[in-house]
């Protein structure tokens, strides 16, 4: 028998090594995390951080290559300071932002995130030691996953394995998950357990199915591609360009790369075969929608070719009720990307649940009873914010992809509304920045945008029709509930 020193640094590293054995050879830990995406690994990594043994799963640990998750919103940039992995975010020419530049047609409005108002609208954030404006982050997605990765690869209590899960572990007694299976290699037959299993495997998740009783919504894709050298109208700011088709994202992603994605929605007659396929849309109606400067690196893109696309999905959330497991991150709530919050939802929920299940409020997580009931405070709590970035994204796609008249009179008074300035952008900037957690901020501007346009409507037809105006102002009201009650109901369910 080996001699054990009977000191406590001593016992705690002894246990450490025996737990990361356990981890290696009998495949049990505390936690087992099924996805290294943005919010395994740095879920991982803040379990870990209280203590908790981590199994972190991943199919690939290659650098991710991909055309997602690459502006990180300041509310989500708070949340990875929070988290202690702002070095994620070093060294990988990540590019600072500062706000938004919104084109329509000829004109511009620049949307800076509010300086001023940081105090008020970011209750919780430490501001003290950073400067007082909030600033986002775009790079490119597979070097900030790579770094994530790499932080829960060096972590003591976290062990990477690369195989790809297949099912869920669950005792057939109590309907308890108690791990996962999975495929090494491709051949080799795996299996790990542990208290709680999360499962956090992205947009097209193999096991939301059986647990979850929404699908996906698709009502469009976007197309990307990366320009080079590509000037756009305000440094540091991401672009969204507006018209007569649907909305074109503009941001850097590195010194030299710009990212730049174009919603199609599906269907679209002049995506179709006759018509030159998705590259004839881009080329014949995308090209020269945009602004002039921008277009010859788009142009040597096209001619590049290398084109990927993504489904814009909308999935409501649903609250975790199974007894050792968790849904999260992609694979438990989606939005359209138009205004980047996906990661910050998954950093933001990373904060919140390892607060729920810190050691001090969940001694064990075994003690499931107690784990469920911190898992329904989660799918609660969670809205303050996520409420707001799940319905703003759902409701600002509907106005930027307008496709009938009253959407287009909404569209028209939402860029209006900005150029009002003041209040009429720095709130809603704060609401798409993941800033402000207050839902009601919301439903004032999305409510204010559509008076105003009703007042642009009645400007523009004149005293004479101001009937017509009234009809035709109430239509564009009622258009505006049909946008968004839909997605607020979809937020009041559990
Ligand atoms: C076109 C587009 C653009 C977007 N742009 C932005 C943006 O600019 N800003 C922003 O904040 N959000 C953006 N998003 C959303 C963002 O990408 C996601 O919200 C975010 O990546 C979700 O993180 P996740 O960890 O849940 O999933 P992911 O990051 O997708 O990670 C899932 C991980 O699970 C792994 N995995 C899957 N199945 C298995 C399995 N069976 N076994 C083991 N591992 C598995 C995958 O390999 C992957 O590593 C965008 C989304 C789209 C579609
Ligand atoms: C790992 O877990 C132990 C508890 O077993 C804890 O004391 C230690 O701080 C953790 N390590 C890190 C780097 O967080």
Redesign the pocket.
């Known amino acids: 028998m080996p001699l054990i020193l009977d000191s406590s640094s001593d016992s705690s590293i002894h246990s450490q090594a025996e737990r990361e054995k356990s981890r290696r050879i009998h495949h049990d830990a505390d936690v087992v995390v099924?996805?290294?995406?943005?919010?395994?690994?740095a879920l991982a990594v803040a379990l870990a951080n209280q203590g908790r043994s981590v199994i972190l799963?991943?199919?690939?640990l290659k650098e991710?290559d991909?055309?997602?998750?690459?502006?990180?919103?300041p509310g989500?940039y708070d949340a990875l300071i929070q988290l202690g992995l702002q070095h994620t975010l070093e060294g990988i020419d990540a590019i600072p932002v500062t706000g938004y530049t919104v084109l329509y047609y000829d004109e511009s409005v620049a949307i800076p995130y509010p300086t001023t108002a940081t105090e008020t609208i970011r209750p919780g954030s430490k501001t003290s030691g950073k400067p007082n404006k909030p600033e986002g982050r775009?790079f490119h997605?597979g070097r900030f996953?790579s770094r994530l990765r790499a932080t829960a690869l060096a972590h003591p209590n976290i062990s990477v394995f690369e195989?790809?899960?297949?099912s869920l572990i669950t005792c057939s007694y109590t309907n308890q998950i108690l791990g996962v299976e999975?495929l090494t290699g491709k051949i080799q037959k795996d299996y790990f357990f542990g208290s709680l299993t999360v499962v956090?495997?992205?947009?097209?998740?193999?096991?939301r199915k059986s647990y979850i009783h929404h699908t996906p919504q698709v009502k469009s894709k976007?197309w990307?591609m990366e320009l080079l050298d590509c000037p756009l109208p305000t440094p540091q700011h991401g672009v969204v360009v507006l018209g007569k088709n649907s909305p074109v994202l503009l941001?850097q992603i590195g010194t030299h790369e710009t990212r730049v994605?174009v919603d199609v929605p599906e269907g679209l007659p002049s995506t179709s075969t006759a018509n030159g396929g998705i590259k004839g849309h881009l080329q014949k109606v995308v090209l020269p929608s945009l602004p002039p400067a921008v277009q010859p690196s788009f142009q040597m893109a096209l001619e590049k070719g290398v084109l990927r696309s993504?489904?814009?999905?909308f999935l409501p959330p649903t609250m975790n009720r199974t007894r050792g497991l968790a849904i999260?991150?992609?694979?438990l709530n989606?939005r359209h990307?138009l205004t980047?919050?996906?990661?910050?939802?998954?950093l933001n929920d990373v904060v919140l649940i390892s607060e729920l299940l810190s050691p001090e409020n969940v001694a064990d997580l075994a003690n499931t009873d107690l784990v469920l009931k911190q898992f329904r405070l989660f799918h609660w709590r969670r809205k303050a914010l996520t409420a707001i970035v799940n319905i703003l994204a759902q409701a600002l796609y509907s106005l930027f992809a307008a496709n009938d008249w009253q959407l287009k009179y909404l569209q028209k008074g939402c860029f209006r509304y900005f150029q009002l300035g003041g209040r009429c952008i720095d709130e809603p900037v704060g609401l798409l920045g993941a800033l402000i957690r207050r839902p009601f901020v919301l439903l004032y501007h999305f409510f204010s945008v559509a008076l105003w346009s009703i007042w642009i409507l009645i400007q523009e037809n004149g005293l004479l029709l101001f009937p017509l105006s009234l009809v035709q102002g109430l239509l564009i009201l009622w258009k505006a509930c049909v946008v968004i009650f839909p997605y607020i109901f979809a937020e009041l369910r559990s």
Do not use: W
């Open positions: 099924v996805g290294a995406g943005v919010l395994g690994a799963l991943e199919r690939s991710p991909r055309i997602v998750g690459e502006l990180l919103q989500g775009s997605h996953v195989t790809e899960a297949t999975s956090c495997d992205g947009y097209a998740s193999k096991f976007f990307g941001y994605l993504m489904p814009n999905s999260l991150g992609d694979a989606m990307p980047g919050g996906g990661m910050s939802v998954a």
